[in-house]
T-cell receptor
Framework: GAVVSQHPSRVICKSGTSVKIECRSL??????MFWYRQFPKQSLMLMAT?????????EQGVEKDKFLINHASLTLSTLTVTSAHPEDSSFYIC????????????FGPGTRLTVL | KNQVEQSPQSLIILEGKNCTLQ??????????LRWYKQDTGRGPVSLTI?????NTKSNGRYTATLDADTKQSSLHITASQLSDSASYIC????????????FGRGTSLIVHP
């Protein structure tokens, strides 16, 4: 199946700093990428949906100025957590879709963010 | 509001036994239903995908069923293995302009030797 990578896999940062997470589709063109956050023992919560070349659509309650999403190419989307705080510590997962039959989503391995 | 409910929340079984996980949904208009397996600290991996017209689909020891009338799905795992220990997530997609997935909370399965 299609492969989606995320970088970094783990990041620890100080409160107030910004952190960028990359999501890449390695062997297909992703017209749509999704960003999720997952707290321990909870389900994935959709944060935003981004289509290549256009602004991301954020879910209710997700601050677009805090979680900056850029989907500049068909193989790369980035999520930047600005002015991170300890409550932003979570597991961030991206998924990518080529928009084909069934809108199959291929998930990345996730990024564990810890804000001290 | 679109919702996906999974049960049980957690399940412990012995290696070699079978088990069935449930997923009930209220998603409209329905597009498809997927079951994912998520190992701890990893991204979800797709097990099966079913559309409206399909009522059963298998992937090795995993068999998913779908009853579109009652809006229920199940995932049956046969002859469980220790590596089946994971969270199993039911995701129902809505159509209509853009594809919108709704995630269940998942069932945490632990397989003991």
């Amino acid at each position: 199946g299609a492969v989606v990578s995320q970088h970094p896999s783990r990041v620890i940062c100080k409160s107030g700093t910004s952190v960028k997470i990359e999501c890449r589709s390695l062997d297909f063109q992703a017209t749509t990428m999704f960003w999720y956050r997952q707290f321990p023992k909870q389900s994935l919560m959709l944060m935003a949906t981004s289509n290549e070349g256009s602004k991301a659509t954020y879910e209710q309650g997700v601050e677009k100025d805090k979680f900056l999403i850029n989907h500049a190419s068909l193989t790369l989307s980035t999520l930047t957590v600005t002015s991170a705080h300890p409550e932003d510590s979570s597991f961030y997962i991206c998924s990518a879709s080529s928009g084909g039959l069934g809108h199959e989503q291929f998930f990345g391995p996730g990024t564990r963010l810890t804000v001290l | 509001k679109n919702q996906v409910e999974q049960s049980p929340q957690s399940l412990i079984i012995l290696e070699g036994k079978n088990c069935t996980l449930q997923c009930n949904y209220t998603v409209s208009p329905f597009s498809n239903l997927r079951w994912y397996k998520q190992d701890t600290g990893r991204g979800p991996v797709s097990l099966t995908i079913m559309t409206f017209s399909e009522n059963t689909k298998s992937n090795g020891r995993y068999t998913a069923t779908l009853d579109a009338d009652t809006k229920q799905s199940s995932l049956h795992i046969t002859a469980s293995q220790l590596s089946d220990s994971a969270s199993y997530i039911c995701v129902v997609g809505a159509s209509g302009g853009s594809y919108i997935p709704t995630f269940g909370r998942g069932t945490s399965l632990i397989v003991h030797p």
